[in-house]
Structures are given as C-alpha cells and as structure tokens.
C-alpha cells in the first residue's frame, strides 16, 4: 500500500497563477483533511472532507478550495496565489472523522502524504 | 477558542538525560495524538491516548493522557540522537458533526552527542 500519497512535491508560482494539489489514500478511508505548516505555527486545517461527497472549511479556508472527486481522491485548488500562500501543504486520511450513531467515539488516527512544498512570488 | 499548547518550544538535551515535553489543551476531548516530524518529512503517529490515565510506550518514548486536568506528557528517556525531531501533539474536538485535529505548534527536540 502506498498510503497517502501527494503531487507535486514541489511548484513555484507566480503571484496570481492558479494550480491543484492533488492527494490520494488507498486506505479506504472516508475522511480526508488538507493542512498547510508554517514555520513556528505548527499545522492548520485548510479543509476537510468527512465523507465522500461532502466538503468544510477548517480554520484557513480563504482563497482555497476542494473537491472530494471519490473515496480515494481530495484535491485542493488555488485560484490565483499569493506569497501568502507559500507553505508546506500536506494531506492526511482518517478512518473515519465522524462521530458514531450511538454517540460512540471513533478511533480517528490521521495518516500522512509527504506535503507539497509550495512557494508563491 | 480551543488551543493547544506545548512547552517547551525547543528543547536541546545530552544523549542519556531524561526530559518531559507537555501538552495542554484548553477544551475537553478524550483522545490526544503524538506525532513525530523529521526534518522536511512529513508527520508519522506515534501515539494515540484514548482514555483517561492511558499510558503508551514505545521504546524510550512514554506518553501519558490526564483529561482531568487537560495535560498530555511525552517523556524521554536515555535520550539518543536518533530521537532528534519536531514533536506534536493533537487533539480532535467534535464539530459540525465531524472530528476535527487541532494541533500544537511543536516542540523541537535536539539530542546531542
């Protein structure tokens, strides 16, 4: 098994220039989560897909979106970058992210792709 | 707001010494995760606590959750060079019918020779 795997590894865009990252798990897992980490600010949730089909925005949504393709797929789009934007993006999958029917919690350990080094100028 | 806090945030110790790295959160969650980060790697899990009182150990890593008292140990001991990375802690709150991580900010951790 591959896990979770991220393209690219690398991109420098210029101010303004859109692109996609892509992520892949071949976990069967139903959740999906798109983080960025900043020096010193540890990792914050851009977006997040509980299930296929269904998308939310973390605590940094603002000038991304996603789209949860199928199970296995979450991409994440910049539409036009900005230097702000430079960041290590990484992707990561869970089990299951949603709380049990009956209230019971679920054991949501979160498995990592190898991040996408974005630099934006 | 929920944070989650770490101290200390760099940490530089001889091989052989014994240290502790905290986690404190300011909300209630039942489980807490570790994760290691090596330089320009990505994260792996270490840990992932449960319960109240639970204990996990793995080699010279020991992790301990008090959600009392909303504080998640890691300690080291008979640190070695190997051990040297990033260290976070995480902790998933339910929201908007869903669990969501919140991580700390990450304690470095350099083990000399």
């Known amino acids: 098994n591959a896990g979770v795997t991220q393209t690219p590894k690398f991109q420098v865009l210029k101010t303004g220039q859109s692109m996609t990252l892509q992520c892949a798990q071949d976990?069967?897992?139903?959740?999906m989560y798109w983080y960025r980490q900043d020096p010193g600010m540890g990792l914050r949730l851009i977006y997040y897909?509980?299930?296929?089909?269904?998308?939310d925005k973390g605590e940094v949504p603002n000038g991304y979106n996603v789209s949860r393709l199928n199970k296995r797929e979450f991409s994440l789009r910049l539409e036009s970058a900005a230097p702000s934007q430079t960041s290590v993006y990484f992707c990561?999958?869970?089990?299951?992210?949603?709380?049990?029917?009956?209230?019971?919690?679920?054991?949501?350990?979160?498995?990592f792709g190898p991040g996408t080094r974005l630099t934006v100028l | 707001e929920l944070k989650v806090e770490q101290n200390p945030l760099f940490l530089s110790m001889q091989e052989g010494k014994n240290y502790t790295i905290y986690c404190n959160y300011s909300?209630?969650?039942?489980?807490l995760y570790w994760y290691r980060q090596d330089p320009g790697k990505s994260l792996e899990s270490l840990f992932v606590?449960?319960?109240?009182?639970a204990v996990k150990q793995e080699g010279r890593l020991m992790a301990s959750l008090d959600t009392k008292a909303r504080l998640s140990t890691l300690h080291i001991t008979a640190a070695v060079h190997d051990l040297s990375a990033t260290y976070f802690c995480?902790?998933?709150?339910?929201?908007?019918?869903?669990?969501?991580?919140?991580f700390g900010t990450g304690t470095r951790l350099k083990v000399l020779a």
């Open positions: 990561a999958s869970s089990e299951d992210g949603r709380p049990g029917l009956a209230g019971a919690l679920r054991y949501n350990e979160q498995f």
């Open positions: 976990m069967n897992h139903n959740s």
């Open positions: 897909s509980a299930s296929e089909g269904t998308t």
């Open positions: 909300t209630t969650s039942d489980r």
């Open positions: 606590l449960l319960s109240n009182g």
């Open positions: 995480a902790v998933d709150i339910s929201t908007s019918g869903t669990y969501k991580y919140i």
